[in-house]
Protein backbone atom coordinates (compact mmCIF):
# COMPACT_ATOMS: atom_id res chain seq x y z
CA UNK A 1 0.00 0.00 0.00
CA UNK A 2 1.45 3.36 -0.96
CA UNK A 3 1.20 6.60 1.11
CA UNK A 4 -0.46 10.06 -0.48
CA UNK A 5 -0.86 12.04 1.97
CA UNK A 6 -3.13 12.76 5.30
CA UNK A 7 -6.23 14.99 5.80
CA UNK A 8 -6.35 17.01 8.18
CA UNK A 9 -8.55 16.65 10.66
CA UNK A 10 -9.02 17.97 14.70
CA UNK A 11 -10.67 15.16 15.89
CA UNK A 12 -9.60 12.02 13.15
CA UNK A 13 -6.31 10.46 11.39
CA UNK A 14 -7.30 10.78 8.11
CA UNK A 15 -5.27 8.87 5.34
CA UNK A 16 -5.15 8.38 1.44
CA UNK A 17 -3.60 5.30 0.34
CA UNK A 18 -3.19 3.53 -2.96
CA UNK A 19 -3.76 -0.04 -3.61
CA UNK A 20 -4.65 -2.94 -5.77
CA UNK A 21 -6.05 -0.17 -8.48
CA UNK A 22 -7.94 1.22 -5.68
CA UNK A 23 -7.77 4.68 -3.55
CA UNK A 24 -8.29 3.56 0.17
CA UNK A 25 -9.52 6.35 2.18
CA UNK A 26 -8.60 4.84 6.31
CA UNK A 27 -10.11 7.10 8.85
CA UNK A 28 -8.84 6.27 12.70
CA UNK A 29 -10.17 7.45 15.93
CA UNK A 30 -8.72 5.45 19.33
CA UNK A 31 -8.01 1.96 18.20
CA UNK A 32 -10.90 2.17 15.67
CA UNK A 33 -10.63 2.10 12.03
CA UNK A 34 -12.99 2.38 8.85
CA UNK A 35 -11.45 2.31 5.23
CA UNK A 36 -13.48 2.90 2.41
CA UNK A 37 -12.30 1.94 -1.04
CA UNK A 38 -12.87 3.79 -3.94
CA UNK A 39 -12.08 2.53 -7.43
CA UNK A 40 -9.09 4.50 -9.54
CA UNK A 41 -11.87 4.25 -12.34
CA UNK A 42 -14.04 6.07 -10.44
CA UNK A 43 -11.71 9.04 -9.80
CA UNK A 44 -11.21 11.47 -12.72
CA UNK A 45 -9.44 13.83 -10.99
CA UNK A 46 -7.32 12.13 -7.72
CA UNK A 47 -6.68 15.50 -5.99
CA UNK A 48 -10.47 15.85 -5.76
CA UNK A 49 -10.63 12.43 -3.26
CA UNK A 50 -10.17 14.73 -0.17
CA UNK A 51 -13.26 17.12 -0.94
CA UNK A 52 -15.37 13.99 -0.52
CA UNK A 53 -14.84 13.92 3.29
CA UNK A 54 -16.69 16.64 3.96
CA UNK A 55 -18.85 17.40 7.36
CA UNK A 56 -22.07 15.40 6.41
CA UNK A 57 -19.88 12.33 5.92
CA UNK A 58 -17.54 12.75 8.85
CA UNK A 59 -20.81 13.13 11.14
CA UNK A 60 -21.89 9.80 9.92
CA UNK A 61 -18.76 8.51 10.04
CA UNK A 62 -18.78 9.43 13.90
CA UNK A 63 -22.26 7.83 14.70
CA UNK A 64 -20.44 4.71 13.05
CA UNK A 65 -17.37 5.11 15.79
CA UNK A 66 -20.01 5.30 18.67
CA UNK A 67 -21.59 2.56 17.19
CA UNK A 68 -18.78 0.57 16.70
CA UNK A 69 -16.85 1.52 20.20
CA UNK A 70 -20.61 0.15 21.49
CA UNK A 71 -20.78 -2.92 20.10
CA UNK A 72 -16.75 -3.42 20.80
CA UNK A 73 -17.84 -2.93 24.56
CA UNK A 74 -20.75 -4.84 24.58
CA UNK A 75 -18.86 -8.38 23.18
CA UNK A 76 -15.91 -7.17 26.19
CA UNK A 77 -18.37 -7.23 28.94
CA UNK A 78 -20.40 -10.63 27.44
CA UNK A 79 -16.82 -12.31 27.68
CA UNK A 80 -15.61 -11.02 30.92
CA UNK A 81 -12.82 -8.91 28.60
CA UNK A 82 -11.20 -6.31 30.10
Request: aromatic share 12%; proline share 5%.
Amino acid sequence: MRYLNDIPHPHFRIGLYAWNNKYILKIEVGLLEQTYKISETDVLDPEQLPNLVDEAFLETVARRFAEMDTDWRATAERHEFD
